[in-house]
């Protein structure tokens, strides 16, 4: 776990409030939490290493020890290791570990979050999905594909539910982004000729980096975003359009 807090004198946007993100010891969530410590906020990261957030337990007493929460980033999860299993091979904890680690974990934190927002009358709460959520998992991996759509699907239903709270809940759906040792490896599996085909595919011919998303958490946690709730902003240069 970790705190951070960078003041700009030009973007104080979220000064006096505090962002927990999950999933920071690397990639898109560091990302995050250096965006949103840049515009102000006092920024909790919190990762698997320290606290397992899938279990509900642990997330509870997590959340009940901080001082307060303004911004929730649900930016855990993954793939865990995990490569294409044909469905009759697939095993019940290949299954679940995968969905622990990116439905539950929401679940968990946002379930806990919830209370202390609550209490304040104000709340933003953001998921990272996927792209996968919204269409297939290129690596062919049924749970993450079904978790990251379950994520879209909860996102919606908090934020019906919690809008009356003041509370927001909102969801991005990244595309192709290189910022862990999961989507490098799957990047130089591909080759050359398959790296060329992807970003081919995307309007702005390049995959993404962590920075992308990270500043599409800071609108939707950001005051201009207040009436804006139970929305997916696909972040992918394009390869979805729809």
């Known amino acids: 776990m970790s705190s951070e807090k960078t003041n700009s004198p030009e973007t104080l946007e979220f000064d006096g409030l505090t962002a927990v993100v999950t999933g920071t010891a690397q990639g898109i969530g560091q990302a995050i939490a250096a965006e949103l410590g840049s515009a102000g906020a006092t920024v909790i990261g919190v990762d698997r290493d320290t606290v397992d957030l899938s279990n509900s337990a642990e997330a509870a007493d997590f959340f009940r020890s ?119 490896a799957q990047w130089d599996s591909y080759g050359p000729e398959g790296q060329q085909a992807l970003v081919e595919k995307i309007s702005v011919r390049r995959v993404g980096e962590p920075s992308d998303i990270a500043r599409g958490v800071r609108f939707f946690a950001s005051p201009q975003a207040g009436w804006v709730s139970g929305q997916v902003l696909s972040i992918d240069g394009g390869h979805s359009l729809f």
Request: proline share 4%; with cysteine; hydrophobic share 40%.
């Open 66 to 184: 901080l001082p307060r929460v303004d911004i929730l980033v649900n930016s855990a999860g993954g793939v865990v290791g995990q490569t294409h299993t044909p469905l009759d091979e697939l095993t019940d904890d290949a299954w679940h570990a995968v969905l622990d680690a990116n439905l539950q974990t929401m679940f968990n934190c946002s379930r806990a979050a919830a209370g202390r927002m609550k209490e304040s009358g104000f709340g933003r709460i953001v998921t990272i999905s996927s792209g996968a959520g919204r269409s297939v998992s290129l690596t062919g991996i049924q749970a993450y594909t079904t978790s990251k759509a379950a994520q879209i699907g909860l996102t919606r239903q908090l934020a019906h539910e919690l809008g009356p709270f003041g509370i927001t809940v909102n969801a991005i759906a990244p595309g192709f982004v290189l910022s862990n040792p999961s989507s490098r």
